[in-house]
């Protein structure tokens, strides 16, 4: 007797670029449950490795490499119709020129607690003078620091940017008895919203939020910077170029600022996430913010929890099987 034909539905294949080992555990984990066959690499998309994704309309890039143009054209040609950012952020891709070829680029959301949590981190940090403290403690110099540490309900906590992370981080403030300001160009939380010139005076703490675009380019410009007040302290887990960061160096050298603590960092592209202990970084800023005893940097990690990297990996296989099935629907 004949037997009945396969009604099995085939694997979705998807191609997974710039996929690191804990990442890659993670997507061989989860893409069977979803259907989902996942062609992973190592390498991050480029016109050199465009030929992975022949025949998969869909592909899950990560944040570390930017996407040229070139790239998009050639991922067209390939037959690729989706990319999703394994990130919040779409820095590291022209999303318009990606729309203008026939390709849709869709960001994940993954656990805001990661970042939120960090960031509170780094603000008692700074305010504690963590580094120097921990520094000497290193050598064996447990004297009490120079410098006395502030307590958060006794300063004014600036939040720019009140979306998911955002949010979080004023959730968090508000245990510490804190007054806290926000700012965001589309208010959409319970919060003490004003214009950011106004919170960038009034706070002793700025911390960053908002996405990077156009607009919010050096979003800290050298005039806000200079509007800070005399001993604030400024905060980035969002991106790099949010800040001047040599605007915001020369505060720090002239002692105007009492500190920074920088997850991100303008340039950080080819350094953060590389071993350079046998070679100096090129970047004479980081080199120089590095020298300061009052700067926390840390290599774009805030994110980086059990629970956000789950989120961040399922969030991308299900935005490519969303994808198709609208587009199987059109």
């Known amino acids: 007797m004949a037997s009945a034909p396969s009604t099995a539905v085939p694997a979705l294949g998807i191609t997974v670029y710039g ?164 700012h965001d160009s589309r208010p959409g939380v319970a919060a003490d919203y004003v214009a950011l010139d106004e919170l960038v005076r009034q706070s002793d703490i700025v911390t960053l939020h908002t996405p990077l675009t156009a607009d919010t380019h050096h979003l800290l410009d050298r005039r806000r910077i200079e509007q800070l007040k005399h001993g604030a302290v400024v905060v980035n887990t969002g991106r790099g170029a949010l800040l001047d960061t040599e605007a915001l160096v020369s505060a720090l050298e002239s002692g105007r600022l009492a500190g920074a603590a920088l997850d991100v960092l303008e340039g950080e592209e080819g350094i953060f996430y590389a071993d350079c202990r046998n070679q100096a970084p090129h970047s004479t800023t980081l080199l120089r913010l590095q020298e300061l005893p009052n700067v926390l940097v840390s290599p774009h990690t805030a994110y980086y929890t059990e629970h956000a990297l789950r989120d961040t990996v399922e969030n991308s296989i299900a935005n490519c099987l969303k994808f198709e099935s609208g587009s199987q629907r059109g």
């Open 19 to 182: 996929c690191e080992q804990d990442e890659a555990a993670l997507f061989r984990e989860l893409a069977p449950r979803f259907g989902v066959l996942p062609t992973i690499t190592e390498q991050p998309v480029s016109e050199a490795t465009v030929e992975l994704a022949r025949g998969n309309r869909c592909i899950s890039v990560g944040h570390k490499t930017r996407i040229t143009n070139a790239t998009l054209r050639a991922l067209e040609r390939a037959g690729v119709r989706y990319v999703s950012t394994r990130s919040i952020g779409y820095n590291h891709v022209d999303v318009r020129y990606a729309e203008s070829v026939g390709i849709s680029v869709e960001n994940v959301a993954y656990s805001p607690d990661s970042v939120a949590d960090y960031t509170l981190m780094l603000m008692l940090m700074a305010v504690r003078n963590a580094k120097s403290v921990i520094r000497r403690a290193d050598v064996h110099d447990y004297r009490l620091p120079e410098v006395r540490g502030r307590e958060l309900r006794d300063l004014t906590v600036g939040v720019v940017g009140t979306g998911r992370i955002g949010a979080a981080v004023l959730d968090r403030l508000r245990g510490f008895g804190c007054r806290v300001l926000a």
